[in-house]
């Protein structure tokens, strides 16, 4: 990897790339115009539309100089990225497109809270230019060089991040780039132009031979004058909670069968004004997953036609004030976004960052799933700020040097080892669901600990919390736990009975609260032979001959390990692959 990095920088509007020829370049990384100072601002009027144009034309040419297979990278301000990121969708010419890889969030701003918690979170978008073929356009990243350097825990001295049992599976070189950098420097963000920290991590990733690397920076926008921008407190609102009249008439604290679009047209003719408080989505991500009676595989733009109903009949039945929460891939998040951006009703507060790390896919780790955070206009938001008494679920919460084991954070907090952080717009302090006694019969179940903190941060008790896809009923049982009426509903019947068993299983507590008591599920090992036991055996064998063996290899040197691999470990190919992985990682 070369220390002197070859990066041509076109600053706009004093420089030019018109003499750049067409499909010439390897990459490309625009800093959009933008003032950092816009993170504070809850309310922006009409102004930005122009400077909006402005950069797309600017992404136009970005995507011209660019070869098939060249990616391109657009740093900016979560609040304004999802226009470009519905643009690029949309860009092609005669031969080629734009296709859309990542949404990398970035934990590098310093800023401070406003009315909300800090605003660390910046973007920066990963755009494909390939070839309009059935099959995309090869690319080119450094994944297996550029690597993170694992970090121990500063209580119990293991590697922060928990492997569930696979640490002989760990690269030595560090762990693999995902698409939330957290481990950057943060600084006070004072203007458009991408740090050099992250500019120098993009151009490790894209380095090859005769690398071409453009980096265009457009000019700082001023920021908003007072006039430009919309008050943000219209005026007080007219009902600041629902009233008990209005409570009586609603199907309270029940999962209801019914079709949800059908369910909120009928609560918005009959309350034009709104009633919800909070009204959360974590709708089908349209990946063929097995929902029920939900296809999830519909076409990507008939899905998107279906979102904006849902989404444009969940701000229409929130309250003025109200908190709207949605819950998807970046991918489909960016058509949100613009879309909710675009109603006037709806005032933008954060693109909230769940760090999840799932499986392994593609060069860079998936890791974030994007938590859209909206308003309605007209009334006082509820944003609850921590107390003394409140849980981790609403900060401040543990530094990020400690690992989240159970069995670490219950004896470091026992000794006063407990050093808080503040909760930002990146969250990286709660797991996906990984065991079977804590899920049900659904593909994409949340955690109860991220359902916890959305309804702590947005309500208060005896408010009303709305979920038009209950699935599993987390939003449904954490309402319950913490005295939130809710109304829930579901097209699957099959949900919807789990949800109303999962509710029976609420235990009242000594102080009038509940607590979630699962039945132990014990799970029949079909294994005789650890899987573990299995790939530690066959990764030194391999490195004893220094080659990756097949089975009939190894029978002839370790028939017992044959044997063993035969009938323990079905997936050969994933054994051979790790391996292949660990012979790399010597070399």
Not at 304 to 317: P, T
Request: aromatic share 10%.
């Amino acid at each position: 990897m070369n220390i002197a990095r070859n990066i041509t920088t076109i600053r706009l509007p004093h420089a030019s790339y018109e003499a750049i020829p067409d499909n010439s370049v390897d990459a490309v990384v625009i800093s959009t115009e933008f003032d950092p100072n816009e993170k504070s601002y809850q309310d922006i009027g009409n102004e930005y539309r122009k400077r909006l144009k402005k950069t797309m034309n600017t992404i136009q040419k970005g995507f011209q100089i660019l070869k098939n297979g060249g990616l391109l990278f657009i740093y900016g301000l979560p609040r304004w990225l999802p226009f470009f990121g519905v643009f690029l969708d949309s860009l092609q010419n005669g031969k080629s497109k734009m296709i859309f890889k990542y949404w990398i969030a970035l934990d590098i701003d310093a800023r401070s809270p406003q009315e909300t918690f800090p605003p660390t979170h910046t973007g920066l978008l990963l755009y494909l230019k390939s070839r309009k073929t059935k099959t995309p356009s090869p690319f080119h990243l450094n994944t297996k060089t550029v690597r993170i350097p694992y970090q121990e825990c500063h209580a119990c001295g293991k590697i922060t991040k928990d492997w569930g049992g696979k640490k002989h599976l760990l690269n030595p070189l560090g762990a693999a780039v995902s698409d939330v950098w957290r481990d950057l420097p943060k600084t006070f963000l004072e203007t458009n132009e991408i740090p050099d920290f992250v500019l120098n991590r993009i151009y490790d990733l894209v380095e090859k031979p005769s690398l071409s690397f453009i980096n265009i920076i457009e000019q700082q926008s001023l920021a908003p004058t007072e006039q430009q921008l919309k008050p943000f407190t219209a005026k007080a609102m007219e009902v600041s909670q629902n009233n008990k009249g209005v409570l009586k008439k609603l199907p309270l604290d029940q999962v209801l069968f019914v079709d949800a679009i059908e369910f909120m047209k009928t609560i918005a003719t009959k309350y034009p004004k709104g009633i919800f408080d909070l009204a959360f989505a974590d709708p089908p991500y349209n990946l063929e997953k097995d929902y029920g009676e939900y296809a999830d595989l519909q076409s990507d733009q008939r899905y998107l036609e279906w979102c904006k109903d849902w989404l444009k009949l969940m701000c229409e039945v929130l309250r003025p004030g109200g908190a709207l929460m949605i819950v998807n891939l970046p991918k489909w998040c960016i058509h949100h976004a613009a879309f909710l951006n675009e109603l006037d009703n709806m005032i933008f507060r954060h693109w909230i960052v769940w760090d999840a790390l799932s499986e392994p896919a593609g060069k860079i780790m998936p890791a974030h799933y994007a938590l859209l955070y909206y308003t309605k206009r007209g009334g006082s938001i509820t944003f609850n700020s921590p107390s003394p008494t409140d849980s981790d679920s609403l900060g401040p919460i543990d530094a990020h040097y400690y690992c989240l084991r159970k069995s670490c954070i219950k004896k470091r907090k026992t000794a006063g080892d407990d050093d808080k952080v503040d909760l930002t717009d990146i969250w990286w302090d709660i797991h996906r669901i990984k065991h079977k006694k804590d899920r049900d019969q659904h593909p994409c179940q949340l955690p109860i600990k991220l359902m916890e903190r959305i309804i702590n941060l947005t309500t208060i008790p005896d408010n009303l919390v709305f979920d038009p896809f209950c699935g599993a009923g987390t939003t449904a049982i954490v309402s319950k736990m913490f005295k939130r009426h809710f109304i829930t509903t579901d097209i699957d019947e099959k949900y919807v009975e789990i949800v109303k068993q999962n509710l029976k299983m609420l235990q009242p507590t000594l102080n009038g609260e509940y607590r979630l008591i699962r039945e132990s599920v014990s799970r029949s090992r079909k294994n005789t032979v650890p899987r573990k036991e299995i790939e530690i055996d066959f990764i030194n064998l391999c490195k004893k001959e220094e080659r990756v063996l097949s089975v009939e290899e190894v029978a002839v040197i370790n028939e017992e390990l044959a044997n063993k691999i035969r009938n323990y470990y079905p997936n050969i190919k994933k054994l051979r692959k790790i391996t292949q992985r660990r012979l790399k990682w010597r070399e």
